[in-house]
């Protein structure tokens, strides 16, 4: 049975395929997405979604502070309540990291970044020690966001310009014949289209497997606890201790005395299936970040775990993500491969995946870049830190 089908469907309704959807929708397509569960549930929904403009690459520096300030403009741009928190960010490295960080600073000195004395960081963050931090930069536009609110707020306003988006409605698999996309099937129909975006995280590489094209990702657990500090003031803006390997923000979505922890790189990461993983936060993790959080802060001594979850991420190999139209496969676009950071870069994602589409192009990142067949010609992106420090 044929479905109502659109010009593009956009399969996902996480941050990169609701932006994609808002900006086809400006654009004037005819637009569909179509999303498994709920929208911004998966891997957008158990993101940390602290935002940063502080990167190795000078474009994905322009992506991160344009799509910030498109968070912080959301209510103007969209109509809907706020969903940007500018509390800063501080970011923490040893010796080792120093020369790297200070090198990356210079990319972004307009970006509202500046350089803060170790002596000084207790202004920052009262209690916090000093042992082993040779230098700090902080962020003063930077924060965190609601990443659910986010979502369906690009959802709501792609609505609103005559978008569809539909939730509980699985793709089961992509219809490509004659290296041209033709459509997507959802149950016993099939939704005809002329593009097709994949934008459905864990899940992409399965869809784009049916029809045989392999991508190059790993799906890993990952784990964030939410402690209470009592009576002690919570930490006031987001942190990134490369020292530590952890980050953290507040969160005010519990209560003014919580906050939000996970690991950052380089740990140990586990690989797993995307159906069917533990979402639940291990005991030995919840000690892990616990002692790496007292050490620094020792004010935060009695926090107690209040909760936890565990997301997805979608890891490419050089922690990039693979956007826009695949070779050989007309009409096949990827919005995908996330590798830890794509919440903060999701809007200009979504600018840079639906203005190729629209035959547009932007001024501030070639999206060629990003390709599935930089791999194959030895265009990867180089990271000053690795990881999804990126």
């Known amino acids: 049975m044929m479905g109502k089908g659109a010009t ?22 005819d637009a569909l997405l179509l999303e498994a569960g709920g929208f911004g549930r998966e891997s957008t929904g158990k993101s940390a979604a602290i935002v940063r403009g502080h990167y190795s690459n000078p474009q994905v520096v322009r992506m991160a502070v344009r799509s910030r300030d498109a968070l912080m403009r959301l209510p103007e741009l969209t109509g809907c309540e706020p ?12 010796e080792a990291d120093t020369e790297l960080a200070k090198q990356n600073r210079a990319m972004q000195i307009a970006e509202g970044s500046s350089s803060v004395e170790v ?9 916090i020690s000093s042992d082993g931090i040779a230098y700090a930069l902080y962020e003063s536009e930077s924060g965190f966001a609601d990443p659910i ?4 707020a690009y959802i709501e306003a792609a609505r609103r310009l005559g978008a569809r988006a539909q939730d509980r409605s699985p793709v089961e698999a992509v219809i490509v014949e004659n290296g041209r996309v ?26 784009t497997a049916g029809f045989g094209l392999e991508l190059p990702v790993e799906i890993t657990r990952e784990q964030d606890v939410v402690f209470d500090t009592g009576a002690e003031a919570t930490i006031p803006c987001s942190i990134s201790a490369q020292i530590d390997r952890v980050y953290m923000r507040p969160a ?14 380089p740990k140990d990461y586990e ?7 533990d979402t639940t936060v291990s005991a030995a993790f919840e000690a892990d970040v616990r002692k790496r959080l007292v050490d620094r802060i020792p004010r935060l001594a009695g926090v107690k775990k209040v909760d936890g979850r565990a997301g997805l991420y979608t890891v490419t190999p050089d922690w990039h993500p693979l956007l826009g139209e695949v070779d050989g496969y007309e009409g096949v676009y990827l919005a995908t491969g996330g590798s830890g950071h794509c919440f903060k870069l999701g809007p200009a994602i979504g600018e840079l995946v639906g203005n190729a589409i629209l035959g547009r192009q932007v001024d501030y990142a070639d999206i060629n870049s990003f390709s599935l067949s930089r791999y194959a010609e030895g265009r990867e992106f180089r990271s000053t830190y690795g990881g999804n420090r990126a």
């Not at 593009?8 to 086809?24: C, P, R, S």
């Not at 002596?119 to 209690?127: A, F, R």
């Not at 609110?149 to 369906?152: G, I, K, L, P, Q």
């Not at 690989?271 to 993983?277: A, I």
């Open 271 to 277: 690989n797993v299936e995307p159906d069917g993983y």
């Open 119 to 127: 002596d000084d960081l207790t202004s920052i963050v009262p209690g």
């Open 149 to 152: 609110a986010t979502t369906e």
């Open 252 to 265: 005010p979505e519990y209560g003014p005395s919580f906050l939000l922890i996970g690991r950052g790189f």
């Open 182 to 207: 033709k459509g997507v099937q959802v149950g016993g129909d099939v939704f005809p289209c002329e593009n097709v975006v994949l934008a459905a995280g864990a899940w992409t590489h399965k869809l």
């Open 83 to 94: 969903v940007y928190t500018k509390v800063g960010w501080l970011f923490l490295v040893d």
């Open 8 to 29: 593009t469907i956009v399969v996902g309704g996480g941050i990169m395929g609701a932006t994609t959807l808002w900006e086809l929708a400006k654009g004037g397509m």
